[in-house]
Every structure is written in structure tokens, then in C-alpha cells.
DNA sequence: ATGTCAAGGTAGCCTTGA
């Protein structure tokens, strides 16, 4: 069977509502794993992506964050927040809060992960420590899954570009977060675990750049960024048969600030294996 | 085509985060 998995930051999907309709109806993902929501889980358009023909998981408590999951092959085991998922505490806050980063669904063959890695900031704010400790807490979520044989994927908004060729211009980035070692060496432990980047193509330009700021028209100058991620295990990884960045989503008013990654997978039909041998 | 955008509190603008 082939199956569709796609990752979109999507930058508040109630003012996104209309695009996101429109991509599920081109693109035609099976899986859709969204960053993000910037609404309450009450306040997801559950009806309108019900009436597109997919069921959704999704996390929120707000204006900030939010992650979900849609589905049109099926949606269960829904977890919400990654196991030992640290918590950040906000200059006006007495405590921390573990924010709606992590949701994890199995739907039909596939288990993912939809995550939305904190930003960081700068590398001295404290966010961006909390961003190293999220990572790591990724990385033990991700373990069990990762050395199992269903095909497992960490796909979101990662906030970290994997290499220099991963930004339009590495000299702008010097000092700054999501270039430094430490943010690089966390996608390394990653790799560690057993995961593995699907390295998407790009449909214009040399690279697949999935962030483009919405200032400095850096979309028309294609001053953009790769930061969000696929990170399999090898069952997925070696069922990979295609992936694209959709920059053409990235396009006109009303878009978000990301582009969608596309990934095609090609899987063998449950019990086709013990078939044949 | 494009020199930000979205949400929320608060009162039609400012703050926060990206």
C-alpha cells in the first residue's frame, strides 16, 4: 500500500482554516502531522476537517503552541505530551508549564509523532536551554519506537536547521540559534536512537527550504530555512519512495509562514511477507 | 503580486512570540 504522510507549521489553523482545506483536497495526505494550532483543542474546526474525510488528535490550551494529527487511515492510541516532557517557566510565571508540543497517533500501519520543538530565542535566553532539554526528552520518547519494526517517524517543526546549506545565508546566523552545535549535535543524538532524516526535494530553487519569515520578503528572495523535519527509523525510512517540499503552499495572501513536507511511503500490504515466505 | 502576522486583552490599539 502507499501512504502519505505530510508536516505543516501552520501558523493558527483557524485563520489557515481555508488553506489547510484546500491542501488536504490537492495534496491528498493520508497522515497530516500540524504545528502550531495557536487555539484550545475546543476551538479546532473538528467539523470542517471531518467534512474533508479525516479524523483529528489534537493538543492546545491557547493562543500559543498546539500540535494534531489528522488522519484518513485511521487514528488510535493518541498520547499527548512526550513522556518526561520538560516544562518552561515564563518570565511572568510562577511555575512551569508543560506546554501542547508532542502528539503522538498510530494511523493504519504508521506510528508518528507531530512535534513542535521550542524555538529557543537566543542561545543565552533560558528558552533555548528549555529547547536542548526538549530535544533530549525527544530523543527518550522516541527510543521504544525507533528500534521496533512498525515504521515509526518523528515529523514537525524542529526550530533547527541540520546543516549550513540548510539556511539562506549562514554568515546572518553566526551566534544565533537554530545553527549552533549543541541544537545539531541534539539531531545527531537523535540519529543515535535509531532515527534517520528523510531528506526531502526541493520543487524549485537547489534546496528544500520549508520556512520563509513573512518579513523582508524573504519568500520572494527565497531567504528561507530548513527546520522543518522527517526522522524515521528504518522501516520507514526504507519504504520512503518519495518526499517534496510543497512550496507552492508557502505562496499568496493569507499563507502560512511554513511550507508543508510531503513524504510518499510504498509498504508492503500487512501479511504479504508472511505470504511470501 | 509580496518591505509581517496572529491572538488576546482591552476598548479600536498594544503586547507577545515567531
Request: proline fraction near 6%.
Amino acid at each position: 500500500m502507499t501512504v502519505r504522510i505530510a508536516t505543516w507549521n501552520i501558523n493558527s489553523v483557524t485563520a489557515r482554516l481555508p488553506k489547510l482545506l484546500d491542501w488536504l483536497g490537492s495534496a491528498a495526505p493520508d497522515v497530516l502531522c500540524l504545528q502550531e494550532l495557536k487555539c484550545s483543542a475546543d476551538a479546532f474546526p473538528h467539523e470542517a476537517v471531518r467534512e474533508a474525510g479525516y479524523e483529528a488528535a489534537v493538543h492546545g490550551t491557547g493562543r500559543w503552541n498546539g500540535v494534531g494529527i489528522l488522519s484518513r487511515i485511521g487514528i488510535e492510541d493518541v498520547v499527548r505530551d512526550l513522556p518526561g516532557q520538560p516544562g518552561y517557566l515564563a518570565d511572568d510565571a510562577l511555575v512551569e508549564v508543560v506546554e501542547p508540543r508532542a502528539i503522538a497517533a498510530t494511523c493504519g500501519p504508521v506510528r508518528v509523532w507531530s512535534v513542535y520543538v521550542p524555538n529557543g530565542r537566543e542561545v543565552a535566553h533560558a528558552h533555548y536551554a528549555y529547547k536542548l532539554k526538549w530535544l533530549a526528552a525527544l530523543r527518550e520518547a522516541a527510543l521504544e519506537d525507533a528500534a521496533g519494526p512498525r515504521p515509526f517517524a518523528v515529523l514537525g517543526d524542529y526550530n533547527v536547521a541540520p546543516t549550513d546549506a540548510d539556511v539562506w545565508d549562514p554568515s546572518l546566523f553566526v551566534g544565533a540559534t537554530h545553527v549552533s552545535a549543541a541544537e545539531r549535535e541534539a539531531l545527531a543524538a537523535l540519529e543515535t536512537a535509531g532515527l534517520s532524516e528523510v531528506m526531502p526535494r526541493a520543487l524549485k530553487y537547489d534546496r528544500p527550504f520549508t520556512f520563509w519569515d513573512y518579513r523582508q520578503l524573504a519568500f520572494p528572495k527565497n531567504n528561507g530555512m530548513r527546520i522543518d523535519l522527517v526522522f524515521g527509523n528504518a522501516p520507514f525510512t526504507s519504504a520512503v519512495s518519495d518526499s517534496y517540499v510543497d512550496r507552492e503552499a508557502r505562496k499568496g495572501k493569507g499563507a502560512s509562514d511554513h511550507a508543508p513536507v510531503v513524504v510518499d511511503l510504498a509498504l508492503d500490504a500487512p501479511g504479504a511477507a508472511a505470504e511470501a515466505s
